[in-house]
């Protein structure tokens, strides 16, 4: 009778401890979910960054690029966290800008690339509503590129801060908003990377598409991309399509359910300690 007692009570109390385990890691899991972006982008992605999609599920994300020809609205904006243009496929629209800056005024994160002179017209029908302004040159301009020196900056966190930037025949910004925070400069002085808030909302604006490319979209020093992921992560669950709210923080990184069962079993072990202590005081 005395070892039967003592079995109840073990499985009782190993039970017990092992739902709260169990519970307090899928409370982890679902922190982590929250953190994951749905991200938008056009479907005439060039045959040079299809790899960035790749790279972005992998990160957790979800990617919702429009169906080709398809025009920015905002129903397609209401479900994403972020917008990444990339190679502009075309003029904008003055239905697609007023989508846009709507969906960035409630806390949509509009991450806007650049290029040469040869795209410099086609980019500033989308930049200009934003009180930005594209210029360049045709090819080869290829001054280097610095991240501003500012660790305190949530969007030069993680290494960027200081850092340098991969391009390929890039553009700059000849005028932007007073109130601008320039994240990127070349070393000839031109403003080439840019944080504006808008409203609830941010625009991040890089003149330059070659950090996005294949083969350096994956490179762990390109710098480009982790400026790119501080602000998906900081586009945060306050942004249209989010699922909670980050605190306007980079999150670290969530438990994966490969530490549940040993949270389950350190936990039971507590739980087979208790029921020993109870038939102790029985």
């Known amino acids: 009778m005395v070892w039967r007692n003592m079995w109840r009570v073990f499985v009782?109390?190993?039970?017990?401890?092992?739902?709260?385990?169990?519970?307090?890691?899928?409370?982890?899991?679902?922190?982590?979910?929250?953190?994951?972006?749905?991200?938008?982008?056009?479907?005439?992605?060039?045959?040079?960054?299809?790899?960035?999609?790749?790279?972005?599920?992998?990160?957790?994300?979800?990617?919702?690029?429009?169906?080709?020809?398809?025009?920015?609205?905002?129903?397609?904006?209401?479900?994403?966290?972020?917008?990444?243009?990339?190679?502009?496929?075309?003029?904008?629209?003055?239905?697609?800008l007023a989508a846009l800056t709507d969906w960035v005024m409630a806390g949509g994160t509009l991450v806007i690339t650049g290029e040469h002179s040869g795209f410099k017209d086609r980019y500033n029908t989308w930049l200009n509503s934003f009180g930005v302004t594209l210029d360049g040159v045709s090819w080869n301009y290829n001054t280097p590129v610095v991240f501003a020196t500012d660790p305190t900056d949530p969007y030069l966190a993680n290494g960027v801060s200081g850092s340098t930037m991969p391009i390929s025949n890039r553009g700059w910004y000849s005028a932007y908003p007073s109130d601008a925070n320039i994240l990127a400069t070349g070393t000839d002085g031109t403003v080439f990377a840019l944080q504006l808030d808008l409203g609830a909302g941010v625009v991040i604006a890089v003149a330059d598409t070659y950090f996005l490319n294949n083969g350096v979209v994956n490179d762990p020093g390109n710098g480009g991309m982790k400026l790119l992921s501080n602000a998906i992560s900081l586009a945060g669950a306050t942004q249209p399509g989010g699922g909670g709210d980050t605190g306007g923080e980079i999150p670290s990184e969530i438990p994966l359910p490969g530490g549940l069962l040993l949270m389950a079993s350190a936990l039971g072990l507590a739980g087979a300690g208790r029921a020993k202590r109870k038939l102790a005081l029985a």
């Not at 385990?21 to 045959?47: H, Q, R």
Request: aromatic share 8%; hydrophobic share 50%.
């Open 12 to 96: 009782r109390e190993f039970l017990k401890s092992a739902a709260i385990a169990i519970a307090g890691a899928f409370t982890l899991l679902a922190a982590g979910a929250a953190n994951a972006a749905a991200i938008g982008t056009f479907s005439d992605i060039p045959v040079y960054n299809t790899q960035l999609v790749t790279v972005l599920n992998d990160q957790g994300h979800t990617v919702n690029s429009l169906a080709g020809g398809q025009l920015i609205t905002a129903s397609y904006l209401s479900g994403l966290d972020v917008f990444i243009t990339g190679l502009i496929p075309a003029n904008a629209t003055a239905g697609e």
